[in-house]
């Protein structure tokens, strides 16, 4: 299509009107599958923006010592210019800033310790390094438009024990997270090279036992807090426009009413992407997520069949916390080799 891909789109399933279950996909279920992004492919116009900030970057690409699509190519650039709205002299600066990043920060190099891993293999290496005071799955499987689905559970942080209780750094933590977003970026261009389209990340927010069982809530840890904000801060413009959809699941009372105040501060984009679920124990909420995520890779605590989703389900008991505090610290760096890296990318699973 001509000029810039759109800013939302429809699922194909919704597109289609296919049903997805006994009967067929509701007006309001379908509107929760519609995403705040495109699967369009960089379209010509995109592509000559895309072009004319490569040139304008090529100080800072030719200090990269890695200079691989995922990092460099049209698509990674496309994501900057459709996070930017379209502003290729924006989106140009994120990017530069993104490209010095890499080099300063080591990620040029250290990126070897993750990007080739295959899914599985990802999500052991994440798994053994994995802070269990901060309960997350970047990689729960895919949905049936071929997305990413990543679980959080924040009503499970403890904000407190994350930065007191431990023998690795908040640094070492903040890496480990970092090398994170670095495979997801490269799966997700793999996905897309492949598929022909645009492939995101759902993240599905669990808030249930916030501030529960002693819980402080994060925004009283100052130490916790500046942790996220330096992780947020990479994510928004280092790994940027990953996200498709936000999903929030059991979000009480409080946190509604003040998100009511804050999304007055975010953009209609922005807003677009957050679907808030209540209470998971109702059977329209049930309902409602499986319109989004297929049963398969829906956790059986909300009403579908995965039993285990790793590192959020089952909840970390006082044993694994235990073997993680003395294991940790002395896990050796891993680095994946480029014939396991072109075997795990021949291999990606479809979406189901």
Same mark, same amino acid.
């Given at each position: 299509?001509?000029?810039?891909?759109?800013?939302?789109?429809?699922?194909?399933?919704?597109?289609?009107?296919?049903?997805?279950?006994?009967?067929?996909?509701?007006? =309001?279920?379908?509107?929760?599958?519609?995403?705040?992004?495109?699967?369009?492919?960089?379209?010509?116009?995109?592509?000559?923006?895309?072009?004319?900030?490569?040139?304008?970057? &090529?100080?800072?690409?030719?200090?990269?010592?890695?200079?691989?699509?995922?990092? /460099?190519?049209?698509?990674?650039?496309?994501?900057?210019?459709? *996070?930017?709205?379209?502003?290729?002299? #924006?989106?140009?600066?994120?990017?530069?800033?993104?490209?010095?990043?890499?080099?300063?920060?080591? !990620?040029?190099?250290?990126?070897? &310790? %993750?990007?080739?891993?295959?899914?599985?293999?990802?999500?052991?290496?994440?798994? +053994?390094?994995?802070?269990?005071? @901060?309960?997350?799955?970047?990689?729960?499987?895919?949905?049936?438009?071929?997305?990413? /689905?990543?679980?959080?559970?924040?009503?499970?942080?403890?904000?407190?024990?994350?930065? #007191?209780?431990? +023998?690795?750094?908040?640094? +070492?933590?903040?890496?480990?997270?970092?090398?994170?977003?670095?495979?997801?970026?490269?799966?997700?261009?793999? @996905?897309?090279?492949?598929?022909?389209?645009? %492939?995101?990340?759902?993240? /599905?927010?669990?808030?249930?036992?916030?501030? *529960?069982?002693?819980?402080?809530?994060?925004?009283?840890?100052?130490?916790?807090?500046?942790? !996220?904000?330096?992780l947020l801060k990479g994510m928004q413009?280092?790994?940027?426009?990953?996200?498709?959809?936000?999903?929030? @699941?059991?979000?009480?009372?409080?946190?509604?009413?003040?998100?009511? /105040?804050?999304?007055?501060l975010l953009t209609k984009r922005q807003?677009?992407?957050?679907?808030?679920?209540?209470?998971?124990?109702?059977?329209?909420?049930?309902?409602?997520?499986? +319109?989004?995520?297929?049963?398969?890779?829906?956790? *059986?605590a909300y009403g579908g069949k995965a039993?285990?989703?790793?590192?959020?389900?089952?909840?970390?008991?006082?044993?694994?916390?235990?073997?993680?505090?003395?294991?940790?610290?002395?896990?050796?760096?891993?680095?994946?080799?480029?014939?396991?890296? =072109?075997?795990?990318?021949?291999?990606?699973?479809?979406?189901?």
């Amino acid at each position: 299509p001509g000029g810039r891909a759109p800013a939302a789109s429809r699922s194909p399933r919704a597109q289609r009107g296919r049903p997805t279950g006994p009967a067929a996909m509701t007006a =309001a279920a379908a509107a929760l599958v519609t995403y705040a992004t495109s699967p369009e492919l960089p379209s010509p116009q995109e592509l000559e923006l895309i072009e004319g900030i490569r040139e304008a970057s &090529q100080t800072e690409l030719q200090a990269l010592t890695c200079k691989a699509d995922d990092v /460099v190519g049209d698509l990674r650039i496309c994501r900057f210019l459709r *996070a930017r709205h379209g502003d290729a002299k #924006e989106a140009g600066e994120w990017f530069r800033e993104f490209l010095r990043w890499r080099v300063e920060s080591g !990620m040029d190099i250290n990126r070897k &310790q %993750v990007v080739g891993r295959s899914p599985e293999d990802f999500m052991r290496w994440f798994a +053994q390094r994995r802070n269990p005071y @901060l309960p997350m799955c970047p990689y729960g499987g895919r949905n049936r438009d071929g997305h990413v /689905v990543w679980f959080l559970h924040q009503g499970r942080l403890d904000a407190k024990k994350f930065v #007191e209780h431990r +023998q690795v750094s908040k640094d +070492q933590d903040l890496k480990h997270l970092e090398l994170t977003l670095e495979w997801m970026l490269w799966h997700l261009d793999t @996905l897309s090279r492949r598929e022909q389209r645009m %492939v995101y990340v759902i993240k /599905v927010a669990d808030f249930s036992g916030l501030g *529960a069982e002693g819980r402080k809530l994060p925004i009283f840890v100052p130490e916790f807090k500046a942790f !996220m904000q330096d992780l947020l801060k990479g994510m928004q413009k280092h790994y940027c426009e990953h996200d498709s959809m936000f999903v929030l @699941l059991n979000t009480p009372f409080a946190f509604r009413m003040l998100f009511s /105040v804050i999304k007055l501060l975010l953009t209609k984009r922005q807003v677009s992407k957050i679907r808030m679920f209540g209470d998971t124990s109702q059977a329209d909420v049930r309902s409602n997520l499986l +319109q989004i995520l297929p049963e398969e890779v829906c956790p *059986a605590a909300y009403g579908g069949k995965a039993e285990v989703v790793t590192g959020v389900f089952p909840f970390a008991t006082e044993a694994d916390i235990q073997e993680w505090y003395q294991k940790r610290h002395l896990l050796p760096v891993e680095t994946v080799d480029d014939a396991a890296a =072109a075997a795990a990318a021949a291999a990606t699973p479809a979406p189901p």
